[in-house]
T-cell receptor, first 116, second 115 residues
Framework: AQTVTQSQPEMSVQEAETVTLSCTYD???????LFWYKQPPSRQMILVIR??????QNATENRFSVNFQKAAKSFSLKISDSQLGDAAMYFC?????????????FGQGTRLTINP | ETGVTQTPRHLVMGMTNKKSLKCEQH?????MYWYKQSAKKPLELMFV???????ENNSVPSRFSPECPNSSHLFLHLHTLQPEDSALYLC??????????????FGPGTRLTVL
């Protein structure tokens, strides 16, 4: 079974600085999707960024980028120029590419605090 | 953030009560999901519906009973719950759960407390 591990329960960063959140996963599949979701204190989970495993180029979305290391099964999220609004729980998630597979497997989450 | 709505937002119930959680999506999606989010545990997928048909039941106890009358609405009927069922219950929807990256959009959740 696929598993997703986020080894940092909590992280903090100074406003305007850069922070990297770690995520590792375990799978025997070669094609799959990876996601980072953000859950602010208001609780509504929103997608931050996603990566297709068959694409070698790392995904970027404005200040958010990933470092996808397929061989190491690592998928870290880098947040540049951190803002107070980035404070939230961040969840890494995995999904098989198998047609019909709908299961998202989530990590335990990392609580990110932004210090002004 | 109004694409997926959930009611009620908070619910307190006794172990002998029967209650229902409601989820509605306004995104024209065909797949809907129930997740359980407990403190210090990863989100747990409970049920998946695709085009109103249940396609996943992640070994959920029968005291949780889902219902999907159409692609826009999803219910979770609760009866004889246990205190350990207290959690945040999240609903999500996606365009088509069977293919592609298919981003899931989440509702704000129902905070359930079982006394």
């Amino acid at each position: 079974a696929q598993t997703v591990t986020q080894s940092q329960p909590e992280m903090s960063v100074q406003e305007a600085e850069t922070v990297t959140l770690s995520c590792t996963y375990d799978t025997s599949e070669s094609d799959y999707y990876l996601f980072w979701y953000k859950q602010p204190p208001s609780r509504q989970m929103i997608l931050v960024i996603r990566q297709e495993a068959y694409k070698q180029q790392n995904a970027t979305e404005n200040r958010f980028s990933v470092n996808f290391q397929k061989a190491a099964k690592s998928f870290s999220l880098k947040i540049s120029d951190s803002q107070l609004g980035d404070a939230a729980m961040y969840f890494c998630a995995y999904r098989d590419l198998i047609q019909g597979a709908q299961k998202l497997v989530f990590g335990q989450g990392t609580r990110l605090t932004i210090n002004p | 953030e109004t694409g997926v709505t959930q009611t009620p937002r908070h619910l307190v119930m006794g172990m002998t009560n029967k209650k229902s959680l409601k989820c509605e999506q306004h995104l024209g999606h065909n797949a809907m999901y129930w997740y359980k989010q407990s403190a210090k545990k990863p989100l747990e997928l409970m049920f998946v519906y695709n085009f109103k048909e249940q396609t996943e039941n992640n070994s959920v106890p029968s005291r949780f009973s889902p219902e999907c009358p159409n692609s826009s609405h999803l219910f979770l009927h609760l009866h004889t719950l246990q205190p350990e069922d207290s959690a945040l219950y999240l609903c999500a929807s996606s365009r088509d759960g069977t293919r592609g990256p298919d981003t899931q959009y989440f509702g704000p959740g129902t905070r359930l407390t079982v006394l």
